[in-house]
């Protein structure tokens, strides 16, 4: 079965500072690796996804993340972060059952 | 404007009172899915439907029910509420249940069940 481990429940940072959300998944076959964010009061939206390639992904809003399958992780980053990135951000796997499994989830807050 | 749309947004009710979440999406997508968030756990999904007629239990489908009588729509249905059942509640899309398939999410139902 698959699964998903999401390290940092809370992260509180700065304007400019530098983001990197933890995840790190279960599975033994060929995964498809997603990040979602949910900004307050909204619906999941897409930041990217990793389905085969280049394993440095580039999403949206400066945002990417790194498949690294010896460690089985997919770690989010972002230099810069802004007050406009205060938001809750699930990373999710789909293995080989099609049904995508979620993390937890991290709330990360921005301060100006 | 290709969405999901969920309907009732915001929906209080008492224990036991059947309830039904509509869930529509407009994309011609395949596979649907509910979810319910919850603080700390994430999302879990509670049932998918990979087309029509064809539905299956997530990982929490204990009292759910659900059904896909058409592409677009595919309603979740509480038969008999309790408050364990209060939560969010999200329908997402693809257009298949292949892997790397981007599923659109709803804007959320907020329940309470009292």
């Known amino acids: 079965a698959q699964s998903v481990s999401q390290h940092n429940h809370h992260v509180i940072l700065s304007e400019a500072a530098s983001l990197e959300l933890g995840c790190n998944y279960s599975?033994?076959?060929?995964?498809?690796l997603f990040w979602y964010v949910q900004y307050p009061g909204q619906h999941l939206q897409l930041l990217l996804k990793?389905?085969?390639?280049?394993?440095l992904v580039k999403g949206i809003k400066g945002f990417e993340a790194e498949f690294i399958k010896s460690k089985f992780s997919f770690n989010l980053r972002k230099p810069s972060v802004q007050w406009s990135d205060t938001a809750e951000y699930f990373c999710?796997?789909?293995?080989?059952?099609?049904?995508?499994?979620f993390g937890r989830g991290t709330s990360l807050i921005v301060h100006p | 404007e290709a969405q999901v749309t969920q309907n009732p947004r915001y929906l209080i009710t008492v224990t036991g009172k059947k309830l039904t979440v509509t869930c529509s999406q407009n994309?011609?997508?395949?596979?649907m899915s509910w979810y319910r968030q919850d603080p700390g756990l994430g999302l879990r999904q509670i049932y998918y439907?990979?087309?029509?007629?064809?539905?299956d239990k997530g990982d929490v489908p204990e009292g759910y029910k659900v059904s896909r009588k058409e592409k677009r729509n595919f309603p979740l249905i509480l038969e008999s509420p309790s408050p364990n059942q209060t939560s969010l509640y999200f329908c997402?899309?693809?257009?298949?249940?292949?892997?790397?398939?981007?599923?659109?999410f709803g804007p959320g139902t907020r329940l309470l069940v009292l």
């Open positions: 994309m011609n997508h395949e596979y």
């Open positions: 990793y389905f085969s390639g280049d394993p």
């Open positions: 439907s990979m087309n029509v007629e064809v539905t």
């Open positions: 599975y033994g076959g060929t995964v498809n």
């Open positions: 997402a899309s693809s257009l298949s249940r292949q892997g790397g398939e981007t599923q659109y």
């Open positions: 999710a796997v789909r293995g080989g059952s099609y049904i995508p499994t």
